[in-house]
């Protein structure tokens, strides 16, 4: 295959920075795009660091058509990952508006230049379309809930629009991942989850409350139908998430895809509990960790784990990486933001 160039929108985010650098190892030429609406640069400077060579990195916002048709004027992209989308769950539900103009405009101005290129798009989705199911584990062909904000119900309407596109338009065919709970950083500690301000997410505050930025870690309701009383999550680690994301290109650049649309989970098939994840931070990075239990939080399903076997069928992927590592690489990426 000659070697191929994917447009990585989003790309100086947590996920974007470890699939380009996955994509780039794998042979790809990767070309970075961002509006640094809730990042910087750090992440954009490690992967340079990892790959030992500067990549294409073009400041812009999709949510204005012709940057992007700018954009694939200059390059020749031969596939999209589209990860450029505001992420907030309790911001989405003040600011409806804003999530909804941002992910889902950026999101149609891609696609739409990219199917008059003729170019594949893998679109970022997420679990949370699944809702709260008693139907453990989720498959691909498990129904979508309706969603418990707007930012998730973001997630449902791209993964509509692409299906939509897809049968509408020759010559586009997408795929759209459905991610558990990423967690962990490069092995590198190069690069990693950046939250801007209080973490939303778990292992982001576990980190975060170990290396002493947070005075104690809340775990949101103990009361739940679960073995701990805790929820129970789909954790997985970043470098895995990021390993599919090459598979899904490659089996769209090689056109290996069976339907011109195509859905595959991205998850470990393994459910942890909050506690579980907790106890096994403290071992595998022997520390203490200053927790306490709080009250639920709105919005948090009860349990959700992933059926991830059709990636591994279609795909060739399963997740490899040990809770373990995943979670010795989160701290160690935490040790070297605060310079330790
Ligand atoms: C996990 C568990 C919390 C923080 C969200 C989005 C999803 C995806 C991943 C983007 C829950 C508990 C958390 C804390 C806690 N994001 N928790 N104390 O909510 O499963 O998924 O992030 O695509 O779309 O919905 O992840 O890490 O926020 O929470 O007890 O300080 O940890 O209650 O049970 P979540 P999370």
Not at 36 to 56: H, M, Q, W
């Amino acid at each position: 295959m000659s070697k191929k160039t994917v447009l990585v929108s989003g790309g100086a985010g947590f996920i974007g920075s470890h699939v380009t650098v996955e994509l780039t190892q794998a042979g790809y030429d990767v070309v970075i795009a961002d509006n640094f609406s809730n990042c910087d640069e750090t992440n954009y400077r490690g992967v340079c660091a990892i790959l030992g060579k500067e990549l294409p990195l073009i400041p812009m916002d999709f949510c204005q058509r012709s940057s992007v048709e700018e954009l694939f004027s200059k390059y020749p992209i031969d596939a999209v990952i589209h990860f450029a989308a505001f992420k907030a769950v309790g911001e989405s539900v003040s600011e409806p508006l804003k999530y909804y103009r941002n992910n889902l405009v950026s999101f149609m101005n891609i696609l739409d230049v990219a199917r008059e290129k003729g170019c594949n798009v893998l679109f970022s989705s997420s679990a949370t379309v699944y809702g709260q199911t008693d139907q453990l584990p989720v498959t691909e062909q498990s129904p979508r809930q309706p969603a418990e904000s707007p930012y998730g119900n973001t997630k449902t309407m791209c993964e509509d629009i692409l299906r939509d596109s897809v049968k509408a338009y020759p010559g586009v065919r997408g795929i759209a991942l459905r991610y558990f709970n990423p967690i962990g950083a490069h092995p590198s500690a190069l690069i990693g989850e950046l939250p801007r301000g209080v973490p939303n997410n778990l292992v982001p505050f576990i980190t975060q409350t170990a290396i002493g930025k947070r005075e104690c870690l809340s775990v949101f309701g103990n009361d739940y139908p679960t073995p701990d009383g805790t929820c129970l999550r789909d954790f997985i680690d970043i470098v895995d998430l990021a390993k599919a994301h090459v598979c899904a290109v490659t089996r769209m650049c090689e056109g290996k895809m069976k339907q011109a649309y195509e859905i595959f989970n991205v998850g470990t098939g393994r459910p942890l509990s909050v506690l579980e994840l907790i106890t096994a931070f403290e071992k595998v990075n022997g520390v203490k960790l200053n927790w306490k239990y709080a009250p639920r939080r709105a919005g948090d399903v009860v349990a959700i784990w992933a059926d991830p076997t059709l990636a591994e069928q279609e795909l060739g992927w399963k997740a490899e990486r040990s809770i373990e590592d995943t979670l010795a690489a989160a701290w160690a990426w935490e040790k070297r933001l605060a310079g330790k």
